[in-house]
């Protein structure tokens, strides 16, 4: 009978933290789910520049200095473009910047690819990319099927003219998911670090920020994670920012740093386990 107690203590334990600790986690892509070292990041930049000084004719010897300092204050350079009044098709911009970049320097990551499907979370993609990007990005690390979603720019940026998303895909929070007001006008872009970015995408995914966590490439974006309320990550760093609960120098050390997040499954095998040894214990 000491046996018989002690499995009803362990299945009272397990009742009592049913309320998993984490349920959702939510990830930025780009520098975080790959390396800065791809280069895509530099590629990046770089075209931003080139469709500054071809496409909106800015003086070239500002071009690198005016990129820097617009996404400084606007969280991204595009923002801070609109917001400065220059007019460009948002599409046609993501083309040009996305669609030059050296994606084959991206290779299927199996490690990752097994990490994420292991964890019990929903899980949850949220960048400021747009969709096209996210798809290949994601496509080519081999992780397409391993988030319920993916938050991004067309998601934080409804059309004026509401337009639901007729394309078939189910892997976008579409347009017409989305539950924030479309822009009062093309020049205002929400995008993260704003925590009108962040607590748009907490209504979205419609999310608990205290359980859930998230994992970033930018200080910025952890200070307005935290903020926000969430559990913060950042990744490809060794030492801790302010606002961020741990430090990942990458994220294939997520299991050593963050085992809490397999907790939830544990005890759900404990618990699928424990009904029938205490059985087994009643009618001996």
Avoid at 88 to 102: K, M
Wanted: proline share 5%.
């Amino acid at each position: 009978m000491l046996l018989l107690g002690s499995l009803q203590r362990d299945m009272e334990r397990i009742t009592c933290s049913n309320g998993a600790k984490y349920e959702c986690l939510l990830f930025d892509m780009d520098d975080t789910l790959y390396p800065m070292s791809t280069g895509l990041n530099l590629a990046c930049r770089k075209n931003i520049q080139d469709y500054m000084l071809h496409h909106l004719q800015i003086e070239e010897s500002l071009v690198p200095k005016m990129c820097l300092e617009l996404y400084k204050e606007y969280g991204t350079t595009m923002a801070g473009l609109k917001a400065f009044g220059y007019e460009f098709d948002n599409d046609e911009f993501h083309a040009y910047v996305h669609g030059r970049l050296p994606y084959d320097t991206l290779k299927p990551d199996p490690l990752l690819r097994n990490l994420l499907l292991s964890m019990p979370q929903r899980k949850i993609i949220f960048t400021n990319a747009d969709k096209v990007h996210a798809a290949q990005v994601l496509s080519r690390l081999g992780l397409e099927d391993c988030f319920e979603g993916v938050i991004c720019f067309e998601t934080l940026n409804p059309p004026i003219e509401s337009e639901s998303n007729d394309d078939g895909e189910q892997v976008f929070f579409s347009d017409s998911e989305s539950d924030i007001d479309p822009p009062k006008s093309r020049t205002n872009i929400v995008c993260k670090p704003s925590l009108e970015a962040m607590e748009a995408a907490i209504r979205i995914a419609n999310i608990d920020p205290k359980k859930t966590v998230f994992f970033d490439d930018s200080v910025r974006n952890i200070a307005s994670g935290k903020a926000a309320g969430l559990h913060t990550v950042i990744v490809g760093s060794s030492t801790l920012v302010p606002g961020a609960d741990v430090a990942l120098s990458s994220i294939h050390n997520i299991k050593e740093a963050l085992p809490d997040i397999w907790e939830a499954k544990e005890e759900e095998q404990l618990e699928s386990v424990l009904p029938s040894a205490v059985e087994a214990v009643v009618l001996a």
